[in-house]
Protein backbone atom coordinates (compact mmCIF):
# COMPACT_ATOMS: atom_id res chain seq x y z
CA UNK A 1 0.00 0.00 0.00
CA UNK A 2 0.85 3.41 -0.19
CA UNK A 3 3.99 4.44 2.60
CA UNK A 4 2.74 8.37 3.02
CA UNK A 5 3.68 7.63 6.55
CA UNK A 6 6.89 7.35 5.94
CA UNK A 7 8.89 10.69 6.75
CA UNK A 8 5.84 12.10 8.68
CA UNK A 9 6.71 12.62 12.46
CA UNK A 10 5.59 9.57 14.55
CA UNK A 11 4.20 9.09 17.63
CA UNK A 12 4.71 6.21 19.63
CA UNK A 13 2.19 5.37 22.75
CA UNK A 14 1.69 1.90 24.79
CA UNK A 15 -1.27 0.50 24.27
CA UNK A 16 -4.26 1.15 26.33
CA UNK A 17 -2.77 5.09 27.11
CA UNK A 18 -3.99 8.07 25.94
CA UNK A 19 -2.89 9.12 22.39
CA UNK A 20 -2.78 13.57 22.21
CA UNK A 21 -2.31 14.18 18.26
CA UNK A 22 -1.48 18.28 17.80
CA UNK A 23 -2.07 20.20 14.89
CA UNK A 24 -1.31 24.02 14.41
CA UNK A 25 -3.61 25.44 11.52
CA UNK A 26 -2.75 28.70 9.49
CA UNK A 27 -5.77 30.42 8.39
CA UNK A 28 -8.19 32.91 10.88
CA UNK A 29 -10.97 32.79 8.05
CA UNK A 30 -11.38 28.98 9.20
CA UNK A 31 -14.86 27.90 10.78
CA UNK A 32 -14.33 24.33 10.29
CA UNK A 33 -11.89 21.60 11.24
CA UNK A 34 -11.95 18.22 10.89
CA UNK A 35 -9.42 14.91 11.63
CA UNK A 36 -8.81 12.59 9.38
CA UNK A 37 -7.61 9.16 9.96
CA UNK A 38 -5.79 7.05 6.65
CA UNK A 39 -4.53 3.89 7.09
CA UNK A 40 -2.32 2.13 4.59
CA UNK A 41 -3.50 1.73 1.19
CA UNK A 42 -6.71 3.52 2.19
CA UNK A 43 -8.56 6.60 1.62
CA UNK A 44 -8.46 9.12 4.53
CA UNK A 45 -11.23 8.69 6.76
CA UNK A 46 -13.44 10.76 9.04
CA UNK A 47 -12.80 10.69 12.32
CA UNK A 48 -14.33 13.76 14.06
CA UNK A 49 -14.99 17.22 13.58
CA UNK A 50 -15.83 20.79 15.26
CA UNK A 51 -17.14 24.09 14.05
CA UNK A 52 -15.13 27.40 15.17
CA UNK A 53 -17.88 28.21 17.54
CA UNK A 54 -17.13 25.23 19.66
CA UNK A 55 -14.26 24.57 21.81
CA UNK A 56 -14.18 20.62 22.89
CA UNK A 57 -16.27 18.20 21.09
CA UNK A 58 -16.38 14.35 21.64
CA UNK A 59 -17.06 11.27 19.98
CA UNK A 60 -16.44 7.22 21.02
CA UNK A 61 -12.79 7.50 22.63
CA UNK A 62 -12.27 10.62 20.64
CA UNK A 63 -11.84 14.04 21.86
CA UNK A 64 -11.25 16.99 19.72
CA UNK A 65 -10.38 20.48 21.35
CA UNK A 66 -9.89 23.60 19.64
CA UNK A 67 -7.95 26.68 20.34
CA UNK A 68 -9.13 29.64 18.25
CA UNK A 69 -6.36 32.27 20.12
CA UNK A 70 -3.31 30.42 19.11
CA UNK A 71 -4.64 28.58 16.17
CA UNK A 72 -4.08 24.84 17.45
CA UNK A 73 -6.11 21.58 17.44
CA UNK A 74 -5.57 18.77 19.40
CA UNK A 75 -7.25 14.75 19.03
CA UNK A 76 -7.30 12.73 22.14
CA UNK A 77 -7.82 9.07 21.75
CA UNK A 78 -8.65 7.78 25.17
CA UNK A 79 -7.15 3.65 25.73
CA UNK A 80 -5.44 3.54 22.44
CA UNK A 81 -5.54 0.44 20.53
CA UNK A 82 -3.49 -1.62 17.96
CA UNK A 83 -6.33 -0.28 15.45
CA UNK A 84 -5.61 3.20 16.09
CA UNK A 85 -2.10 2.83 14.45
CA UNK A 86 -2.62 5.05 11.77
CA UNK A 87 -1.24 8.78 10.05
CA UNK A 88 -3.81 11.25 10.83
CA UNK A 89 -3.99 14.41 9.01
CA UNK A 90 -5.90 17.73 10.96
CA UNK A 91 -7.64 19.92 8.14
CA UNK A 92 -9.40 23.15 8.43
CA UNK A 93 -12.13 24.69 5.85
CA UNK A 94 -13.02 28.50 5.55
CA UNK A 95 -16.68 28.36 4.96
CA UNK A 96 -18.78 24.95 3.31
CA UNK A 97 -17.92 23.24 0.12
CA UNK A 98 -14.62 25.23 0.08
CA UNK A 99 -11.37 23.39 -0.15
CA UNK A 100 -9.90 21.48 2.99
CA UNK A 101 -6.21 22.75 3.69
CA UNK A 102 -4.39 19.84 4.99
CA UNK A 103 -1.75 19.61 7.48
CA UNK A 104 1.19 17.25 6.95
CA UNK A 105 -0.26 14.83 8.96
CA UNK A 106 0.90 12.51 12.24
CA UNK A 107 2.00 8.60 12.45
CA UNK A 108 0.56 7.43 15.70
CA UNK A 109 2.53 3.87 16.54
CA UNK A 110 0.98 1.86 19.25
CA UNK A 111 2.96 -0.45 21.16
CA UNK A 112 1.18 -3.70 22.17
CA UNK B 1 -24.11 1.03 -1.97
CA UNK B 2 -20.66 1.59 -3.87
CA UNK B 3 -20.21 5.19 -2.54
CA UNK B 4 -16.88 6.24 -4.32
CA UNK B 5 -14.95 4.71 -6.28
CA UNK B 6 -11.38 5.15 -8.24
CA UNK B 7 -9.93 3.35 -10.92
CA UNK B 8 -7.22 1.92 -12.19
CA UNK B 9 -5.91 1.43 -8.67
CA UNK B 10 -2.87 1.26 -9.61
CA UNK B 11 -0.88 2.77 -12.87
CA UNK B 12 2.82 2.23 -14.24
CA UNK B 13 2.96 4.70 -17.42
CA UNK B 14 5.60 6.77 -19.33
CA UNK B 15 7.04 10.53 -19.46
CA UNK B 16 5.16 12.20 -21.66
CA UNK B 17 2.18 9.69 -22.20
CA UNK B 18 -1.48 10.42 -21.64
CA UNK B 19 -3.24 8.61 -19.03
CA UNK B 20 -6.90 9.50 -16.84
CA UNK B 21 -7.76 8.54 -13.98
CA UNK B 22 -11.46 7.98 -12.89
CA UNK B 23 -13.90 8.73 -9.95
CA UNK B 24 -17.23 7.36 -9.72
CA UNK B 25 -19.28 8.72 -7.05
CA UNK B 26 -23.28 7.30 -6.49
CA UNK B 27 -24.44 9.39 -4.04
CA UNK B 28 -25.28 12.09 -6.56
CA UNK B 29 -23.38 15.04 -4.11
CA UNK B 30 -22.70 18.05 -5.85
CA UNK B 31 -19.01 18.62 -5.52
CA UNK B 32 -16.21 16.68 -6.22
CA UNK B 33 -12.27 17.24 -5.91
CA UNK B 34 -9.25 15.60 -6.98
CA UNK B 35 -5.92 15.64 -4.29
CA UNK B 36 -3.07 14.88 -4.82
CA UNK B 37 -0.57 12.98 -1.91
CA UNK B 38 2.96 13.22 -1.67
CA UNK B 39 5.32 12.61 0.96
CA UNK B 40 6.04 15.69 3.34
CA UNK B 41 3.01 17.64 1.70
CA UNK B 42 -0.02 15.54 2.92
CA UNK B 43 -2.98 16.24 0.50
CA UNK B 44 -2.88 19.07 -1.86
CA UNK B 45 -6.05 19.91 -3.77
CA UNK B 46 -5.26 20.37 -7.69
CA UNK B 47 -9.39 20.72 -9.04
CA UNK B 48 -12.67 20.57 -8.36
CA UNK B 49 -15.99 20.57 -9.33
CA UNK B 50 -19.07 22.56 -7.95
CA UNK B 51 -21.35 20.83 -10.31
CA UNK B 52 -21.61 19.46 -13.45
CA UNK B 53 -20.04 21.44 -16.34
CA UNK B 54 -18.43 23.88 -13.36
CA UNK B 55 -14.94 23.34 -12.60
CA UNK B 56 -12.15 25.39 -10.89
CA UNK B 57 -8.64 25.02 -9.80
CA UNK B 58 -7.03 24.36 -6.77
CA UNK B 59 -3.27 24.47 -5.19
CA UNK B 60 -1.64 22.59 -7.96
CA UNK B 61 -3.79 22.22 -11.42
CA UNK B 62 -0.84 22.61 -13.86
CA UNK B 63 -0.26 19.89 -15.93
CA UNK B 64 -3.61 18.44 -14.99
CA UNK B 65 -6.86 18.67 -17.20
CA UNK B 66 -10.37 17.85 -15.33
CA UNK B 67 -13.98 17.32 -17.08
CA UNK B 68 -17.57 17.24 -15.56
CA UNK B 69 -20.10 16.01 -18.25
CA UNK B 70 -22.08 13.80 -15.70
CA UNK B 71 -22.87 14.65 -11.94
CA UNK B 72 -21.29 11.63 -10.74
CA UNK B 73 -18.22 11.40 -12.73
CA UNK B 74 -15.32 13.68 -12.91
CA UNK B 75 -12.09 12.46 -14.68
CA UNK B 76 -8.65 13.60 -13.68
CA UNK B 77 -5.81 13.80 -17.43
CA UNK B 78 -2.80 13.91 -16.86
CA UNK B 79 -2.04 15.41 -20.22
CA UNK B 80 1.40 14.60 -20.68
CA UNK B 81 2.64 12.65 -17.55
CA UNK B 82 5.71 14.19 -15.93
CA UNK B 83 8.05 12.34 -13.05
CA UNK B 84 6.79 14.79 -10.58
CA UNK B 85 3.44 13.61 -11.24
CA UNK B 86 4.25 10.31 -9.73
CA UNK B 87 2.01 10.85 -6.51
CA UNK B 88 -1.42 8.82 -4.91
CA UNK B 89 -4.50 10.70 -5.80
CA UNK B 90 -7.34 10.99 -4.17
CA UNK B 91 -11.11 11.57 -5.30
CA UNK B 92 -13.42 13.09 -2.55
CA UNK B 93 -17.43 14.21 -2.72
CA UNK B 94 -19.70 16.37 -0.52
CA UNK B 95 -22.82 17.27 -0.72
CA UNK B 96 -24.22 20.84 -1.60
CA UNK B 97 -23.79 23.36 1.48
CA UNK B 98 -21.89 20.69 3.40
CA UNK B 99 -18.47 20.71 5.21
CA UNK B 100 -17.66 16.36 5.33
CA UNK B 101 -15.75 15.05 2.16
CA UNK B 102 -15.98 11.48 1.66
CA UNK B 103 -12.42 10.23 0.17
CA UNK B 104 -11.62 7.02 -2.39
CA UNK B 105 -9.36 4.47 -2.34
CA UNK B 106 -6.73 6.69 -4.04
CA UNK B 107 -4.58 5.34 -7.57
CA UNK B 108 -0.90 5.50 -6.99
CA UNK B 109 0.32 6.94 -10.15
CA UNK B 110 4.47 6.21 -10.92
CA UNK B 111 5.52 7.74 -14.09
CA UNK B 112 8.95 6.71 -15.28
Known amino acids: GESVGLHLPTLSVQEGDNSIINCAYS??????FIWYKQESGKGPQFIID?????DKRQGQRVTVLLNKTVKHLSLQIAATQPGDSAVYFCAEMAGANSKLTFGKGITLSVRP | DAGITQSPRYKITETGRQVTLMCHQT?????MFWYRQDLGHGLRLIYYSAAADITDKGEVPDGYVVSRSKTENFPLTLESATRSQTSVYFC???????????FGPGTRLTVT
Open chain 2, 92 to 102: ASSRQGDYEQY
Open chain 2, 27 to 31: WSHSY
Open chain 1, 50 to 54: IRSNM
Open chain 1, 27 to 32: NSASDY
